[in-house]
T-cell receptor, first 114, second 112 residues
Framework: AQSVTQLGSHVSVSEGALVLLRCNYS??????LFWYVQYPNQGLQLLLKYTTGATLVKGINGFEAEFKKSETSFHLTKPSAHMSDAAEYFCAVTLSNTGNQFYFGTGTSLTVIP | KAGVTQTPRYLIKTRGQQVTLSCSPISGHRSVSWYQQTPGQGLQFLFEYFSETQRNKGNFPGRFSGRQFSNSRSEMNVSTLELGDSALYLC???????????FGPGTRLLVL
């Protein structure tokens, strides 16, 4: 069965510090990987995606993620946190052989300390 | 293109009633998925429709049902509402084939 694990349900960083949100997946076939962000009382917004090709993926708002097959990881990073980055972040995976079913992690709430 | 729209945005019902939520996907997207989001359970998958057929289903009771129309618009219905059904219901559309899902703003349902 496919699954997504996000380590750390709550992460706090100081403004200007590195943001690192962790995501590991389990999959028996090559996955498609995504990060989403959710602000209060809103839907999820796509941050970035990995399908094929380059393993370092750049997204919106200065975020990027690296697909590491050997570690089954897809961690999200941003060099310098901004107050506006405070939100809930979700990692997700879908596979080519499951129709379009997405598997989401439990989310990581990011707090940015001024 | 216009994004995913969901109606209504807010809804208050009482226990035992039923409710129907609507989702209009992005033009050209044939896959529509529904999720329930609560503080305690997080984001839980309800079902996915593709070309009017339910293709995947999550672990929810039969009180939760859905359908998709020929124009890809989708509805979900919850019958005999319970207090625990209070949640944010999110709809997402996708072209399929490993493409991202794009989410609507959600419908917030409160069951009293």
């Amino acid at each position: 069965a496919q699954s997504v694990t996000q380590l750390g349900s709550h992460v706090s960083v100081s403004e200007g510090a590195l943001v690192l949100l962790r995501c590991n997946y389990s999959s028996s076939v090559p996955p498609y990987l995504f990060w989403y962000v959710q602000y209060p009382n809103q839907g999820l917004q796509l941050l970035l995606k990995y399908t094929t090709g380059a393993t370092l993926v750049k997204g919106i708002n200065g975020f990027e993620a690296e697909f590491k097959k050997s570690e089954t990881s897809f961690h999200l990073t941003k060099p310098s946190a901004h107050m506006s980055d405070a939100a809930e972040y979700f990692c997700a995976v879908t596979l080519s052989n499951t129709g379009n079913q997405f598997y989401f992690g439990t989310g990581t709430s990011l707090t940015v300390i001024p | 293109k216009a994004g995913v729209t969901q109606t209504p945005r807010y809804l208050i019902k009482t226990r035992g009633q039923q409710v129907t939520l609507s989702c209009s996907p992005i033009s050209g997207h044939r896959s529509v998925s529904w999720y329930q989001q609560t503080p305690g359970q997080g984001l839980q998958f309800l079902f996915e429709y593709f070309s009017e057929t339910q293709r995947n289903k999550g672990n929810f009771p039969g009180r939760f049902s859905g359908r998709q129309f020929s124009n890809s618009r989708s509805e979900m219905n919850v019958s005999t509402l319970e207090l625990g059904d209070s949640a944010l219901y999110l709809c997402a559309s996708s072209p399929g084939g490993g493409s991202p899902q794009y989410f609507g703003p959600g419908t917030r349902l409160l069951v009293l």
